[in-house]
């Protein structure tokens, strides 16, 4: 719950720079336990960059775990405006598809601080239900799925559950977003992007080596 879900005595609230400060504590908030981790963060160290009293912190976010999951929910919903930016208006499904695997790993590349966010989240806070970043795929993926079975059905991808579609890109790019940010020798994502739309979109076999697998799957 942050400061917009409470009422507090006193004068009447500027909701604008309310939310403007609130943005701003998320923003450093997100910065800040990136580098010092959950477990060893303190708070008036973060105030302190931000030219605060600890206790303004308290007054948007009432515990560090407040603060801490509320900078990844912030997070995650950038990520989702960022991938819709990059493909509203696109009017071929397959390209609009095309430019959200693009957007999703340009979006981490462009923020590694939200990919230590994600793992210091599981570290943290393993008894939660469901983690922030499922919690948001859920609450997004069915435009998605609803524009697979369009596709499917004008015979353009080939007939199969389009839950297994959107499983396996999404922990394709999920997982390679954690496997590049452990490598010493980092590859850019953008190039990654590429790789995987070519290995998933064509495949790894020729059109005699499918027909012959195909054939005895069938058997």
Do not use: C
């Amino acid at each position: 719950m942050t400061v917009s879900d409470r009422k507090r005595p006193g004068r009447p609230k500027d909701e604008m720079l309310t939310a403007r400060r609130e943005e701003e504590i998320l923003a450093a908030a997100t910065r800040y336990f990136a580098v010092a981790g959950y477990h060893n963060a303190d708070l008036q160290m973060l105030a302190d960059e931000l030219g605060v009293g600890k206790g303004t912190l308290y007054r948007y976010f009432r515990t560090k775990e407040d603060l801490f999951l509320s900078s990844v929910d912030r997070g995650m919903r950038e990520l989702h405006s960022y991938i819709e930016e990059r493909t509203t208006g696109v009017a071929d499904p397959i390209d609009r598809l095309r430019n959200a695997v693009r957007a999703f790993l340009s979006f981490f590349d462009g923020n590694p601080e939200m990919v230590e966010l994600l793992i210091q989240e599981r570290a943290e806070f393993r008894d939660r239900l469901q983690p922030t970043y499922l919690k948001h795929r859920e609450a997004n993926i069915g435009p998605w799925q609803e524009m697979l079975r369009k596709v499917i059905n004008e015979g353009r991808i080939r007939k199969m559950p389009v839950s297994r579609i959107t499983d396996v890109l999404s922990n394709l790019l999920y997982g390679t977003i954690f496997t590049q940010h452990f490598m010493r020798k980092k590859v850019p994502l953008e190039r990654q992007a590429e790789d995987i739309l070519d290995v998933v979109f064509l495949g790894l076999l020729d059109e005699q080596e499918r027909h012959k697998q195909s054939s005895t799957a069938h058997k």
